[in-house]
């Protein structure tokens, strides 16, 4: 999959062909940025939708090429595996393409250990690959666990239960990654563990957002690379925890997991939530599938403001991204 982004041509989705070629303009920052994707099945095309949009309405005046990518280890339906093989790029062409920057997202934890995954031995290559070869490389949610556990050793911690909704955020301090964000803002999260503070501090990592509930939010550490981490997805559109919650939903009714879902904090509005807990007591004692046909209607709180954040985090790494191009 390429796609090019640019002032005079505009994509709204990956499952378009790609663009045409637009006369080259001598004042134009042109940038190469490649997206590992490695989310299931269920949220592959939904994730790439996301960087799309989001690096299109980022990319201001700079020619973007956009490129996919899937870790070959990582385990895939057939259907998957076919959109994959018919618009990814080839991983192994990823070493030769100049790549200025590089996302890397997170994947749904299997081995009870990171180094147990079967993708970490390519997942890890990958991240010492991009210490050398990019101007900065952005690591979302499990990505980030696991290139900090490789480089440094610190260990991610199981919470009590999955932090999923909406935390209130600060930034610490002033970096070019946060130049205009508000103080205080919003973020999602979905996460089953943590990486604590206290350990990246340690270990020379810059805090860059936090939460006084959710933790260490946005944080980086300099290599010859800016390598950039998200413990949060500030790239979720509006609908993805709820796609999140129903899945896992659907998977207690099922007898796919043990835990009941907990409700997403400060996400769905107070009706919704009191509908919802309602409907937890019914499914615990029943627990039958047919019993989702059932659910509520969901409504989300009228004040989430979805991917305005992430507009700034990414114009700003887009601009950083071309400061010494040509």
């Not at 980030?144 to 999923?164: F, M």
């Not at 998200?230 to 796919?256: C, I, K, N, T, V």
Request: charged share 25%.
């Amino acid at each position: 999959m390429t796609l090019l982004f640019d002032r005079w041509q505009s994509i709204e989705s990956p499952t378009l062909a790609p663009a045409q070629e637009a006369s080259r303009r001598s004042d134009q920052v042109e940038l190469t940025v490649g997206l590992i994707n490695n989310m299931p099945d269920s949220a592959l095309k939904a994730t790439e939708r996301q960087f799309v949009r989001l690096l299109e309405a980022a990319a201001g005046g700079r020619r973007v090429r956009f490129h996919c990518f899937a870790l070959p280890s990582v385990a895939r339906s057939q259907s998957a595996r076919s959109h994959i093989d018919r618009g990814y790029t080839d991983l192994d062409d990823l070493a030769t393409m100049q790549i200025d920057g590089l996302i890397i997202t997170g994947a749904e934890p299997v081995a009870a250990d990171l180094p147990g995954e079967q993708y970490w031995k390519e997942l890890t290559e990958i991240v010492d690959w991009a210490r050398t070869h990019t101007r900065s490389t952005i690591f979302s949610c499990l990505a980030a666990h696991a290139a900090v556990l490789h480089l440094d050793g610190i260990e991610r911690r199981r919470l009590a239960q999955k932090r999923s909704g909406i935390y209130e955020c600060a930034k610490v301090g002033d970096d070019w990654l946060t130049k205009g964000l508000w103080r205080s803002h919003q973020v999602p999260h979905s996460r089953l563990n943590e990486i604590s503070e206290a350990d990246l501090l340690a270990c020379g990592y810059q805090i860059l957002t936090r939460s006084d509930v959710a933790g260490a939010d946005i944080f980086a550490r300099q290599f010859e690379s800016r390598f950039i981490f998200f413990q949060g997805h500030p790239e979720y559109d509006a609908s993805s925890l709820q796609r999140e919650y129903m899945r896992d939903l659907a998977r207690f009714l099922s007898g796919e997991r043990d835990e009941y879902p907990a409700i997403p904090v400060d996400y769905f509005d107070d009706v919704t939530v009191a509908r919802l807990m309602d409907f937890e007591q019914r499914a615990r004692m029943l627990r039958d599938p047919m019993l989702a046909a059932e659910l509520p209607g969901l409504t989300l709180r009228r004040d989430l403001a979805a991917g305005s954040d992430a507009r700034v985090i990414f114009a700003n790494w887009l601009a950083f991204l071309g400061a010494d191009a040509n």
